[in-house]
C-alpha cells in the first residue's frame, strides 16, 4: 500500500463523480468519487460523496504502470 500523500482538491464535479486533486509538489492527479472515504460522522446519508474545492485533503495513489490515479481521499 502506497504512503498517505498531503495536497489540495483542485476541483471536484459532484455531477460526473470526478475531479484533480494537486500534491505538495505540483503534480496533479485524477480523482473519481470512488476513492473518497466516507466520514463516520455524516449528518445525511448522501448517495453522491464529495470534497470541497481548495480543501486540504491526504490521498494514496494507484499505479499499475499505464495509469496512476488516487486510490483513496479524505479531507484533513
Do not use: C
Request: charged share 25%; glycine share 6%.
Amino acid at each position: 500500500m502506497s504512503a498517505w500523500k498531503a495536497g489540495k482538491m483542485l476541483w471536484f464535479d459532484s455531477v460526473a463523480g470526478e475531479g484533480l486533486v494537486i500534491d505538495d509538489f505540483g503534480k496533479t492527479h485524477y480523482v473519481h468519487e470512488a476513492a473518497i472515504e466516507k466520514s463516520k460522522k455524516t449528518k445525511n446519508n448522501s448517495s453522491q460523496p464529495t470534497i470541497a474545492d481548495n480543501s486540504k485533503v491526504k490521498f494514496t495513489l494507484y499505479s499499475n504502470g499505464y495509469l496512476s490515479q488516487v486510490d483513496r481521499i479524505k479531507p484533513v
